[in-house]
């Protein structure tokens, strides 16, 4: 299996020599083709990644990660144009290959809030592990894709999908360098927050001491 939006392929130099009419009994069976799919593939989580991208930056309290978020932002702007400079070089129209190996990640964070309603520090917190989550699949997808550029000596396609890798372990080490610091900042936040919560609990719990005892002594006036 290549890459995991491929299913079972077997890859031949030569071209395929029976002709097809219906789309449904085409098989795959040339590394070109293959190297389209994965462009596809590879735009299809990009355009996925921009839309995911602004929630992920409202969700992140730590000024440094978030204005590097915003920054990758643009990168991934830039990395949609790439891919589709690359389909151009290749002589194809670029076109989108459903993904759902990025669609999962994107799941399994929406699954995540749904579910277990975490509270913001807590999101911030599994963001870091989500975040890095998406980089790596991109990085594996690129890896593969440049792979397979470079041994159908596709020059341009490989220039483009390394400036894009490059970005995406750029971006990875980021998350990796950044993530003690954010857990820290993180579980000092939830400790305030646990301490305000025992304050007003305490409080709430004289007042009520409070007013049982005057009820009492009422009583015992009465
Ligand atoms: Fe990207
Ligand atoms: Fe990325």
Redesign the pocket.
Known sequence: MYGACVGNLTLRAAPRVTVVTREAEMSMDTAKDLLKHDLGDLLYA?KQ?LKTLPKMIRQTSDAELKERLQEHRT??EQ?VENLEKAFEAMGLKPKAQKCPGILGIIEEKKDFEEDEDPTAMVLEAFNLGAGLRVENY?IAAYRSALALARSLAQREVAELLKA?LDQ?VAMARFIEGSSARVLRNVQAAMREEELAGSAVAGKAGKSAGARKSGNSSRKKAG
């Open positions: 990009e990644i990168e991934t990395h991109e894009n995406e």
